[in-house]
């Protein structure tokens, strides 16, 4: 029998939440699906190993629900993978991110993991990021008597760390509805064809008119520190003739900005080549998709 | 032989199945006893060292915790199943991470878990060997100085005269290939509770083999055997994993139980399992074959090393399978093997289904096709050059008779049912298509980017292998059955052999049902329990079937002989008539039905008949000379063919398995649904081998601990399996059954091997194939054991 | 901590420790040994469980957290001694050898036909892809998921 050795809160409301967040001594962490957390906990992760409070949040309704208000689609914190990839309209307006989280770990996982908390760990290889990315998604940020907005970009800091303060939650994922001419894929590779952490992410949204790309967007994950968007990439591209070197010279041109990052790292022997190749892949299946 | 069979080959369900699907079955963690304890293991932080003190004083005041070492051990600390090398509880010196100093046993398993960290252990790190090339340098590190060598076992062979065979041959080919640690990955992590009797001890465990525990709790407990009794619980799955390490745990249990005279249970999070258990020898094989123009292998040098890491366990009989099988499947005169395995501080390697065969196979297979590939035939066309006949004599010198030598049948049928031929040449590349990445020029040149439309590479492969059933000239072979029939015809069975999951009781079931001509429903088998009945050797070397339907048969043929005396006493039948038994039916030839099976019982037992038997069968003679490797090494052997059709995506080295055709020979299927799970399973098994599966350390230390980095083939990794029985006869056995529970795993990896080979044009020596493997020709990994989650 | 919950259709209150897992309270405080543990880090799905008809890893829920909900285990899905069709069919196809990711992937099987009465095989193998089994090779299992849920259309 395990025992987590810690304190719980479960509050029944936002309210409650905030209060409980804005306590200073305690060390809390905020519970959702838990399936990090409680696997962190059990392993004495260092991440988790000082954590004395734990404040369940799955109590709270106004969390856990998916909108589409105006022209932005409204995603609760803890709305977890299996409803987003089940939900209709994040089938008809965000189709990478519904491949993305449909590929994430098990059904069991997926049944309770949440989208706020992929990213909240921050961990390199959060499936979720790079089409929360290309999406231009923001987060709301709350705390006793506060509320702020940050692009999901801006939040991310290092692996495992983020912008959030220690009284503060992130309530909301707000993306505004794609352009109905954006296309676009997402790709994974893991060592397995099911369960697998994932090698390397990619995901493009672009939007093609007279075989050059008028908009694109590009992010990965899993290849550098922490997912990242490719804004130098996306600049160059613009209004650029689709042909076969162009596509290449992306290619090359994302491998020269991960190699930036990282430098040469153990791994990089495999995932500087394959993501160059990959996305050259995947570039190519969009255009001719088209 | 006659197989016109009424239960054999059918599909039956198995007797335990109605509990593991309800939930009932009772695993060894669902057993619970009053005033049970749970005991937790202290160990280092390293991988060579002498201990200097252990200090519990933090502890000590607890109040019911108590501390059990090396000198709560009664009997003798160092055990082992062949050579006594592995301590109980090291006091002395730790020779691999797994280890264990000693436990601290209390109520709560949560607070152990806390306590543990409070004891010191202080000690000296000493120079670690990792690498097995290196073990038998002389200026090495010893791992166990008293042995005065890191060598475990040396297994010679010498056939015909190796440099005739050579000078005879118009080419040579010379390869090095390798295997990797992997490790079994049984679902149920390691359990035991030992509980204090008035008169000895009572052991319930996940236990693979309980008289082998028993004789190892004997020895750590100085209580003689008879006062000792062990049970397997239902068994979550142990593919050879559950001996060893299982019957430490044991011994653990069981001193931790006599010191405190309280039930002491152990259970093992899925880490401590993958730290302390013994693994899948990785080898180094230097093969060099001699062979004429025409296709016909003259001579073939072999030089194998195996790392059997920390402690002995079963590596000699490990490496002795593999001097037998090492040339594969094929008939060469002259012969020249040495296998040998080393000591080193890396995690222990023990039995794991295969048994030593895996690797020679991924090897001998590989050059069958690299051979095939030179001489510009199909890799079927080498093997049925040089493949085994009736009468072939093999590398140990035995002539192979009384069954179907069916090496070639099994062959051509896998090559008849996937259209072999035709698609290894369609699919068959000059050169390598792989444009292979460099790690000095991280930057893809433009010429590097592929054709989308080539991404994908279809590939189809096979691999052959003979394999000898049961343990051969490893050790007496012989099995017991106790069976009795009650008044209501229903029969009660029991043999020494220990049921590990995949059904065996089901199948001598059936074998029973068979000869006494009736329903398997009518037969229950009773609990393995080593105080009940004689030892009939270990569940191990696929040796179940073969060796438990022998004595199954004999003794319901002594008790059909005395029902049949009772039914021509009893119908006043002439003696010249013949009964048969069918389906709970009786018959005369001359009159027809009788009666039923219930009522010849009854009959027989008003009529004070004994009903109840003992079968025995003993394997037939086989014979060894340890110094030229030459002798009759196992009785029969089965054989069997593996097709692998993949796609590679040449990009990023992933291999999509699209199709794995098993066809193998077992003797007489006695099981269908048994034995059709032995395929899917074991090929599944081999696919993890081939492809991702595999345990690294840095210095010893493992990396992967759990299943999320340690990665075994889910529902999604294999698109389908076509297993098919090509079910030749032979003289051993009941009812001719052999083997099948390994052969179905040997198989795969090579045949993977292989079809990759087709695919991409490149040979791969290193197993497993990874990505890295695939697309950079090499692996790589993390310099340190830290992970960024952690 | 007092919960209150639905376990195999009937309902039950009782004090829990806020800090155990599911499982632990499933195994050591109810007794229920059908839900096993393999891993205790949700990658083998041999304690898989049903909560409020999904299949979750109940190593990665806290006891507490099934308080108000219908939770089925695989002591809960034969009625009356009858087997559950999953139950009888993996009998009949071989789906079983060890039999200790059993319970687990009868609980994913189960969910996913509340969900999908209809699977193709490559919803079936999504569905049981957390569910590791090193003994079957898995055939039988999809096997015996296909031929319920036909068995239950009717």
């Given at each position: 029998m395990i025992n987590l050795n810690c304190k719980i809160e479960t509050p029944k409301n936002i309210d409650e939440l905030l209060k409980l967040l804005a306590v200073e001594n305690f060390n809390s962490k905020i519970l959702a699906g838990g399936t990090d957390l409680i696997v962190g906990k059990i392993q004495g992760s260092k991440r988790f190993v000082d954590t004395e409070l734990l404040i369940d949040i799955n109590k709270i309704e106004e969390l856990h629900k998916i909108d589409l208000i105006d022209d932005k689609i409204i995603i609760g914190a803890s709305t977890t993978f299996s409803e987003i990839e089940n939900n209709k309209i994040i089938n008809e307006h965000l189709p990478l991110l519904k491949k993305a989280v449909s590929k994430i770990g098990s059904l069991q996982i997926r049944n309770r993991a949440t989208i706020a908390g992929n990213f909240v760990n921050n961990a390199p290889c959060a499936d979720s990021v790079p089409p929360l990315l290309v999406y231009n998604a923001e987060l709301e940020l709350i705390s006793f008597g506060n509320k702020r907005t940050i692009s999901l970009e801006n939040f991310l800091e290092a692996p495992y760390k983020t912008q959030l303060q220690k009284s503060e939650l992130v309530s909301k994922i707000i993306i505004p509805v794609p352009d109905k001419n954006i296309i676009g894929d997402f790709y994974k590779l893991g060592r397995r064809r099911a369960v697998a952490i994932s090698r390397i992410t990619l995901a493009v949204l672009c939007r093609i008119e007279n075989n050059s790309f008028d908009d694109i967007r590009i992010a990965s994950g899993a290849v550098t520190p922490i997912g990242k968007r490719f804004y130098e990439i996306e600049n160059f591209t613009r209004e650029k003739r689709i042909n076969n070197d162009l596509l290449i010279n992306l290619s090359q041109m994302l491998g020269e900005e991960i190699l930036k990052i990282?430098?040469?790292?153990?791994?990089s022997a495999y995932k500087l080549p394959v993501v160059q190749q990959m996305f050259y892949q995947l570039l190519n299946n969009i255009v001719i998709k088209k | 032989m006659n197989k016109e069979f009424s239960v054999i080959g059918k599909s039956v369900i198995r007797e335990d199945a109605f509990d593991k699907v309800t939930g009932k079955a009772k695993f060894a963690d669902d057993y619970k006893f009053d005033e049970m304890l749970y005991a937790k293991m202290i160990r280092i932080k390293a991988t060579h060292a002498k201990i200097n003190s252990i200090d519990f004083s933090e502890i000590e005041n607890q109040k019911d915790i108590y501390v059990i070492t090396a000198n709560d051990v009664k009997g003798k600390n160092l055990v082992g199943l062949i050579k006594h090398d592995q301590p109980i509880f090291c006091n002395e010196k730790v020779v691999t991470p797994g280890d264990v100093i000693a436990m601290i046993v209390g109520e709560d398993e949560d607070k152990l878990e806390h306590l543990a960290k409070k004891v010191k252990v202080n000690f000296t790190p000493l120079p670690t060997l990792t690498d097995p090339t290196k073990a038998l340098d002389p200026d090495s590190v010893l791992i166990h100085p008293e042995e005065k060598s890191n060598l475990i076992i040396h297994h010679p062979l010498r056939k015909g005269d190796i440099e005739k065979g050579f000078s005879e041959s118009d080419e040579i080919l010379e390869q090095t290939y390798t295997t990797q640690l992997i490790e079994h990955a049984y679902i149920e992590p390691e359990s035991v509770i030992a509980i204090p009797k008035e008169d000895g001890i009572k052991i319930i465990g996940s236990i693979q083999n309980p008289f082998t525990t028993r004789r190892i709790v004997s020895l750590a407990t100085d209580l003689p055997l008879e006062k000792i009794e062990v049970i397997q619980a239902q068994l979550g799955g142990s593919f050879g994993g559950k001996d060893d390490t299982m019957c430490i745990l044991s011994a653990r249990a069981a001193v931790a139980s006599l010191k405190t005279n309280k039930p002491i249970k152990i259970k093992y999070t899925r880490e401590e399992s993958i730290l302390e258990s013994y693994k899948r020898h990785p080898y180094i094989l230097n093969y060099k074959v001699g062979y004429t123009k025409d296709g016909k292998i003259k001579a073939m040098k072999i030089d194998i090393l195996a790392d059997g890491g920390a402690y002995c366990s079963m590596s000699p009989f490990v490496t002795w399978r593999t001097v037998v099988q090492a040339t594969g499947p094929y008939e060469i005169e002259n012969v020249h093997t040495d296998v040998r395995a080393v000591y080193t501080n890396n995690p222990y390697t023990g039995a794991m289904r295969g048994f030593g065969s895996p690797q020679p196979i991924f090897a001998q297979e590989s050059l069958m096709d690299e051979i095939a590939i030179r001489l510009g035939i199909t890799p079927d066309e080498i093997r049925r050059i040089n493949g085994y006949k009736n009468g072939s004599v093999t590398a140990t010198g035995q002539k192979l008779q009384n069954h179907d030598v069916n090496i070639l049948t099994v062959l051509n049928k896998a090559v008849a049912l996937t259209n072999f031929s035709n698609k290894w040449k369609e699919y068959k590349k000059e050169k390598s298509v792989l444009n292979e990445y460099e790690f000095e020029k991280p930057i893809l040149k433009k010429n590097k980017f592929i054709d989308p439309k080539k991404l994908y590479q279809k590939g189809i492969g096979l691999a052959v292998s003979f394999r000898g059933c049961s343990l051969g000239a490893e050790g007496l072979d012989e099995t017991y059955c106790y069976m009795s029939i009650e008044k209501n015809g229903l029969v009660k069975m029991l043999t020494g052999l220990a049921e590990n999951g995949q059904g065996l009781r089901t199948t001598l079931i059936i074998t029973a049902a068979e000869t006494l001509g009736i329903i398997p429903d009518k037969i229950q088998f009773l609990e393995t329990n080593t105080s009940l009945i004689k030892d009939s050797g270990p569940t191990v070397a696929s040796r179940g079937t073969i060796m438990g339907t022998g004595s199954v048969k004999n003794a319901a043929e002594i008790l059909k002989e005395r029902l049949i005396k009772i039914v021509k006493k009893g119908f006043h039948l002439d003696d010249n008539d013949v009964i048969d038994f069918r389906e709970n039916l009786v018959f005369s030839r001359k009159k027809g039905l009788l009666t039923n099976f219930d009522f010849v019982c009854q009959l027989a037992l008003e009529q004070k008949e004994n009903l109840t038997a003992i079968g025995y069968y003993k394997s037939p003679e086989v014979h060894w000379n340890e110094h030229n490797g030459q002798g009759d090494a196992y009785f029969t052997y089965v054989y069997g063919c593996q097709v692998a059709e993949v796609t590679v995506n040449i990009g990023t080295g992933e291999v999509f398995l699209n199709k794995i055709t098993a066809v193998h020979d077992p003797g007489t299927v006695i099981n269908r649904l048994g034995a059709l799970g032995q395929i899917f399973g074991g090929v599944t098994q081999g696919a993890g081998y081939g492809i991702f599966e595999e345990i690294t350390h840095e210095d010893g230390m493992i990396r992967e601990l759990n299943f999320d980095q340690y990665l075994i083939p889910t529902a999604k990794d294999i698109d389908e399996i076509k297993p098919y029985f090509v079910e030749g006869n032979d003289i051993y056995g009941g009812y001719g059954a052999k083997s099948l529970g390994e052969p179905t795993l040997e198989l795969t990896a090579a045949a993977i091997a292989n079809a990759i080979r087709n695919a991409t044009g490149k040979r791969f020596f290193n197993l497993p194939i990874n990505l890295e493997e695939l697309v950079l020709g090499k692996k790589i990994r993390p310099q340190n054991l830290n992970r960024g989650s952690l | 901590m007092k919960i209150k919950f639905y376990l195999n259709k009937k309902e039950i209150e009782i004090e829990v420790d806020p800090t155990i897992r599911l499982i632990d309270l499933l195994r050591e405080k109810l007794n229920l040994t059908g839900t096993k543990e393999g891993c205790s880090i949700g990658e083998c799905g041999a304690c898989t469980v049903i909560v409020d008809g999904k299949a979750i890893n109940s190593c990665l829920m806290l006891a507490y957290q099934v308080d108000g909900c219908n939770v089925i285990t695989i002591e809960g899905i034969s009625e009356d001694g009858k087997l559950h069709p999953l139950q009888e069919n993996f009998l009949k196809t071989g789906a079983i050898q060890c039999g200790f990711c059993t319970p687990g992937m009868i609980m994913s099987a189960y969910a996913l036909l509340l969900e999908n009465p209809n699977p193709t095989e490559e919803e079936i193998k999504d569905a049981i892809a957390g569910n590791l089994c090193r003994c079957t090779g898995y055939k039988q299992i999809i096997d015996a998921i296909e031929v319920s849920a036909k068995e239950l259309k009717g």
């Open positions: 990282t430098g040469l790292r153990w791994s | - | -």
